[in-house]
């Protein structure tokens, strides 16, 4: 057995209590404990009250860049080193509970800490003692949860220090009107809106792309003269990267992880490609260009990879992913008709594909569509060849790349508690 929270939903009323108890014990501003209100499906009202679960194979701990998370051996907590933390949020991607919180006064992640000092003095955590109803409690359990916690992951199975118990002849407020008599098109993901975007994120991968394309194009044309532009490139995608941190200053950290993280190895990739275009600039060995090439495209596959490890799901493919979109920009840089048409036919099936594409009115509708005009019209202009190197054939195709790459962001679908509690039963 363990220690970790009990959790009965039939009991919770929704009163918060849980909440402020643990502000209060605490002095936090930030919400460590959360209260989310949904359905069953049956018409009936669910309270879900869920913080930091102390999982033991938690996604934070194993997705963070600098290893600012660690767990305290005698209590069982997963804990933040504020000294170290970068404000990069990428826990709050990965972790399915929306557990982190990030201070924007502080310019770093906060979340439980289990009251770690009342364990180790045989007391419980704030949150626990302060509900009024026995809802929330803490105590033993098995050291295997059960499928119904991790029911609230959304398929992230983290064995988490929680366990969730019902009572059947117990049933909630019924709703009215009824869920199942409701006419609604809402399908659970996130309402996103090209206001909700960190652009900053936007501006290092787009740019980032382009350099790799720019290096990539230059060498297999045999010229020098786009590397010191590539490189120019890649270094201002690293300054926009920077907007991103809470923390600016401790960027350095980044690399802390590179064994479990994927967004350290994503800043790895920048440096070694980084590294290889400088070199590249002052030599022109035939294993350098190949070097260079090399390392530019895995640079953008460990960009990739950094959303679709967050989303749990390796095999997704979207069109605005920076590989395609490298590979697609430096044939069109190096007027190659043939890798250019079936990387854009690769994106236009994807785009078709993904639904996205039906009338609808809604924030993005716009930019899908003219995302849509500008490959069809590049696609145009390599195959006739007629205005392929003027200055309108690269401002339409790099255009439609950059609403590519918003587009992404706004498809962009982490785990997220509030889809899981809406259809919980």
């Known amino acids: 057995m363990r220690k970790g929270f009990i959790f009965n939903p039939d009991f919770c009323?929704?009163?918060?209590?849980?909440?402020?108890?643990?502000?209060?014990?605490?002095?936090?501003?930030?919400?460590?404990?959360?209260?989310?209100?949904?359905?069953?499906?049956?018409?009936?009202?669910?309270?879900?009250?869920?913080?930091c679960n102390h999982c033991q194979d938690p996604v934070c701990l194993k997705g963070c860049p600098s290893g600012v998370y660690i767990r305290d051996e005698i209590s069982g907590a997963?804990?933040?080193?504020?000294?170290?933390?970068?404000?990069?949020?990428?826990?709050?991607?990965?972790?399915?509970?929306?557990?982190?919180?990030?201070?924007?006064?502080?310019?770093?992640?906060?979340?439980?800490?289990?009251?770690h000092n009342l364990l180790k003095h045989g007391e419980i955590p704030a949150c626990a003692s302060a509900c009024p109803t026995g809802a929330l409690s803490f105590g033993g359990i098995p050291f295997e949860t059960d499928e119904y916690s991790n029911e609230l992951a959304g398929g992230k199975y983290l064995n988490p220090s929680l366990i969730v118990q019902?009572?059947?002849?117990?049933?909630?407020?019924?709703?009215?009107?009824?869920?199942?008599n409701e006419?609604?098109?809402?399908?659970?993901?996130?309402?996103?809106?090209?206001?909700?975007?960190?652009?900053?994120?936007?501006?290092?991968?787009y740019l980032s792309t382009i350099s790799v394309s720019v290096a990539a194009s230059g060498i297999f044309s045999g010229t020098k003269a786009g590397r010191p532009v590539a490189l120019v490139l890649l270094v201002a995608s690293a300054l926009f990267s920077l907007f991103h941190l809470g923390k600016p200053a401790r960027a350095w950290r980044s690399l802390a992880n590179i064994r479990y993280s994927p967004l350290s190895r994503e800043i790895a990739g920048l440096i070694l490609f980084g590294a290889l275009l400088t070199i590249s600039l002052f030599a022109d060995a035939l294993a350098l260009r190949i070097s260079v090439v090399a390392s530019g495209l895995v640079f953008l596959l460990l960009i990739d990879t950094v959303y679709s490890w967050a989303e749990g799901s390796l095999a997704r493919f979207h069109s605005g992913q920076t590989f395609l979109?490298?590979?697609?920009?430096?044939?069109?840089?190096?007027?190659?008709?043939?890798?250019?048409?079936?990387?854009?036919?690769?994106?236009l099936l994807i785009l078709i594909r993904s639904g996205n594409l039906r009338w609808r009115i809604d924030n993005d509708f716009v930019l899908r569509y003219t995302r849509l005009a500008f490959l069809l019209i590049s696609v145009f202009i390599m195959i006739t060849g007629s205005t392929l190197k003027e200055p309108s054939a690269i401002i339409i195709l790099l255009s439609g790349e950059l609403a590519d790459r918003i587009i992404f962001y706004l498809d962009f679908s982490p785990p997220d508690i509030k889809k899981s509690i809406k259809s919980y039963n």
């Open 13 to 51: 009323t929704g009163c918060k209590a849980c909440r402020a108890g643990c502000m209060l014990t605490n002095g936090w501003t930030t919400d460590a404990r959360k209260v989310y209100t949904g359905d069953e499906g049956t018409g009936s009202v669910v309270n879900i009250s869920i913080s």
């Open 325 to 347: 979109t490298g590979l697609l920009i430096t044939s069109f840089f190096s007027y190659q008709a043939v890798p250019f048409l079936f990387v854009a036919t690769i994106k």
């Open 183 to 205: 006419n609604s098109e809402d399908d659970g993901k996130r309402a996103f809106s090209p206001a909700d975007i960190d652009y900053s994120l936007v501006g290092f991968s």
């Open 78 to 115: 997963v804990l933040i080193n504020d000294k170290f933390c970068l404000g990069c949020r990428y826990c709050l991607w990965n972790c399915p509970y929306g557990a982190p919180d990030f201070n924007y006064v502080s310019g770093i992640v906060e979340k439980c800490h289990l009251c």
């Open 166 to 180: 019902r009572s059947c002849d117990i049933k909630g407020p019924e709703m009215i009107p009824s869920p199942g």
